[in-house]
């Protein structure tokens, strides 16, 4: 069976927006998707790891501890797409890409969130896809994919819906520098990804369809990054 590994953005998973309702839709798509892949998804950490991160970094505290900070949020996320995804999938977040490997041999959905300070659940996700030899990485993101510039601030962005590993590492700019939100893809993980060639799909996550597609490796809407 075709691994594939989902980073599955904290603003995706709990922006705040009829989350439960989301929830329990997507734990229905993974569910239905994890009888034709092995499913490994990673959770960020979103808008509540900003939150204690901002907060405590207003309260002088050192970055190592704001991302442990961040690192608890993503592993409160895995847990709480676990419970929803009932039975599927490990209920502790796996802690080494060892043990997520081990997971799978028992659980169809292998659930995994932040490991060590100092960088992002999309690194994590780039580690592990290399560890699993996954097929391809999803990234489930807030916007539908990469885009010329930034579609939040930018009316005339344009969608990109194929970008080379070298143009994904220029648009990512430089490496995990501070605890706190990051652009489409973390740049230290576009590296990781272009040195592995794992092909990066990069979607909107509440898009079921294109998510769907994503992960299934069939056309979607959104970037998918190659060589
Ligand atoms: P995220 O992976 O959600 O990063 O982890 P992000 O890019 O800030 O979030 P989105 O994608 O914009 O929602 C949240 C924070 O947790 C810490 C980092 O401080 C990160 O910014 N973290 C996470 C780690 O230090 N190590 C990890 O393995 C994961």
Redesign the pocket.
């Known amino acids: 069976m075709e691994k594939v590994v989902v980073?599955l953005?904290?603003?995706?998973l709990v922006p705040g927006d009829d989350d439960a309702r989301y929830l329990r839709s997507l734990a229905g798509l993974l569910r239905d998707v994890s009888v034709r892949v092995k499913l490994f998804v990673?959770?960020?950490?979103?808008?509540i790891?900003?939150y204690y991160?901002e907060t405590g970094r207003s309260l002088g505290i050192g970055?190592r501890t704001?991302?442990?900070?961040?690192?608890a949020?993503?592993r409160l996320n895995a847990r709480l797409l676990a419970a929803a995804l009932a039975g599927r999938a490990n209920r502790e977040p796996a802690t080494t890409y060892a043990e997520a490997a081990k997971l799978a041999r028992r659980h169809p959905i292998v659930v995994m969130?932040?490991?060590?300070?100092?960088?992002?659940?999309?690194?994590?996700s780039a580690s592990l896809a290399r560890f699993v030899h996954a097929a391809r990485i999803v990234n489930a993101?807030?916007v539908a994919g990469v885009y010329t510039t930034d579609p939040r601030k930018d009316p005339k962005a344009r969608l990109l819906e194929r970008v080379t590993f070298r143009d994904l590492i220029d648009l990512a700019g430089k490496g995990?520098a501070?605890?706190?939100?990051?652009?489409v893809f973390?740049p230290v993980a576009a590296r990781v990804v272009a040195r592995d060639r794992t092909p990066l799909s990069v979607v909107y996550g509440r898009d079921p369809v294109a998510l769907r597609s994503a992960i299934l490796g069939q056309p979607f809407r959104g970037t998918l990054v190659v060589d």
Request: aromatic letters at 2%; glycine letters at 20%.
């Open positions: 980073s953005g904290g603003s995706v990673v959770t960020g950490g979103g808008r790891a900003r991160i970055e704001l991302d442990e900070f961040g690192i949020v993503t969130a932040g490991t060590r300070p100092g960088h992002t659940t999309d690194r994590v993101t807030s995990h501070a605890a706190g939100p990051s652009i973390d």
